[in-house]
T-cell receptor
Framework: DAGITQSPRYKITETGRQVTLMCHQT?????MFWYRQDLGHGLRLIYY???????DKGEVPDGYVVSRSKTENFPLTLESATRSQTSVYFC???????????FGSGTRLTVV | KQEVTQIPAALSVPEGENLVLNCSFT??????LQWFRQDPGKGLTSLLL?????REQTSGRLNASLDKSSGRSTLYIAASQPGDSATYLC???????????FGQGTRLTINP
């Protein structure tokens, strides 16, 4: 299916565990992004990538790691999950030129 | 630092009314502005994208305007329907960067 897909849709993990959220897009968009959405804070940028092997920090990168070995995939890893990382995570992509963003359906992560 | 504000935070109107949602941003050096819709527990759906050189965009019953010099955008919804109930988010792309900066959203309820 064409588009941007995130997995898993829901995840419960324990404090201290490593967890990886997956994001896959089929358009070969250059840019990909990870946002988190929290009540009272809105949407905040965690990391973004301009191309394969090029990543950069956003507003709230601490505790997260990203990689982009292939253009279509942009996984987000929480190295040692904390309760403050309980949130809804959205992946997005954007092509070059005058295009807008397209968002995935999100992953609801709960850290207990 | 770019800041985006949406007023009001919540709005409740009877079905059939025309309504306006407001978005303001502090730095006029934007690349584009995008309006999204978010249903409860769902992802973000793009509604309209306005490039910095444009004044407005229309899609069906929706019309978005952009006044870069005053740092304002409005989303006009004509003949509102209960299905329009959702949270509407405004986001600006910063010029020279690929990041979107979001407002906190307006939660819209259309009463039958």
């Amino acid at each position: 299916d064409a588009g941007i897909t995130q997995s898993p849709r829901y995840k419960i993990t324990e404090t201290g565990r490593q967890v990886t959220l997956m994001c896959h897009q089929t358009w070969s968009h250059s840019y990909m992004f990870w946002y988190r959405q929290d009540l009272g804070h809105g949407l905040r940028l965690i990391y973004y990538s301009a191309a394969a092997d090029i990543t950069d920090k956003g507003e709230v990168p601490d505790g997260y790691v990203v990689s982009r070995s292939k253009t279509e995939n942009f996984p987000l890893t929480l190295e040692s999950a904390t309760r403050s990382q309980t949130s809804v995570y959205f992946c997005a992509s954007r092509g070059t030129g005058t295009y807008g963003y397209t968002f995935g359906s999100g992953t609801r992560l709960t850290v207990v | 630092k770019q800041e985006v504000t949406q007023i009001p935070a919540a709005l409740s109107v009877p079905e059939g009314e025309n309504l306006v949602l407001n978005c303001s941003f502090t730095d006029s050096a934007i690349y584009n502005l995008q309006w999204f819709r978010q249903d409860p527990g769902k992802g973000l759906t793009s509604l309209l994208l306005i490039q910095s050189s444009q004044r407005e965009q229309t899609s069906g019953r929706l019309n978005a305007s952009l006044d870069k010099s005053s740092g304002r955008s409005t989303l006009y919804i004509a003949a509102s329907q209960p299905g329009d109930s959702a949270t509407y988010l405004c986001a600006v792309m910063i010029q020279g960067a690929q990041k979107l900066v979001f407002g906190q959203g307006t939660r819209l309820t259309i009463n039958p």
